[in-house]
């Protein structure tokens, strides 16, 4: 007996799905990033750069989020920001933990890239986050510079800041 592969939505998320799009973050993060950060730092970035009110403040700026939806379900989200048209940041590329290893990333990003267009993006990645590292390399991404910054409350955070060139 085969298996229905379910139809997956890619759009723009609205101001009504902040709630879902931050619990599914919520669950990633505890899922993915208590072994890639401190217990604290987890925290901090859920309560304060993850919550409802920063994603919308983002949305009501420049910063345009996206959605993959299974049926009524968010499963994915990300967050693209530019100010040129040209140059795009990944600022959040999100896909539920249950679903890795299913293509729906590669599709999410495609979808992002088929979209915008864009002839650079970048996005910044936990240097300790060999899957999602592996899964840039394996979309084009170069690594172009390591950074150590410092954010809120004396909190670091170390990635690689990561590029993919369309022209």
């Known amino acids: 007996m085969t298996q229905k592969t379910k139809t997956i939505l890619f759009r723009e998320a609205s101001q009504k799905e902040t709630k879902s799009i931050c619990e599914l973050n919520e669950k990633i993060w505890r899922k993915i990033y208590h072994s ?81 267009s864009p002839e650079v993006l970048y996005v910044d990645v936990n240097r300790r986050n060999y899957k999602a590292i592996n899964f840039y390399f394996k979309n084009g991404f170069m690594i172009e510079k390591l950074e150590d910054k410092e954010f809120g409350e004396g909190f670091e955070m170390h990635t690689f800041t990561m590029i993919k060139k369309f022209i």
């Open 36 to 116: 890639l950060t401190s217990e604290a730092q987890m925290e901090y970035m859920l309560q304060h750069v993850h919550s409802e009110k920063n994603i919308k403040e983002l949305m009501e700026k420049n910063n345009h989020f996206f959605v993959g939806m299974i049926d009524d379900q968010i499963i994915a989200y990300a967050s693209l920001y530019t100010t040129d048209g040209k140059i795009y940041d990944l600022s959040r590329f999100y896909i539920d933990t249950d679903l890795h290893g299913q293509g729906i990333g590669e599709k999410f990003l495609n979808y992002l890239e088929e979209k915008h």
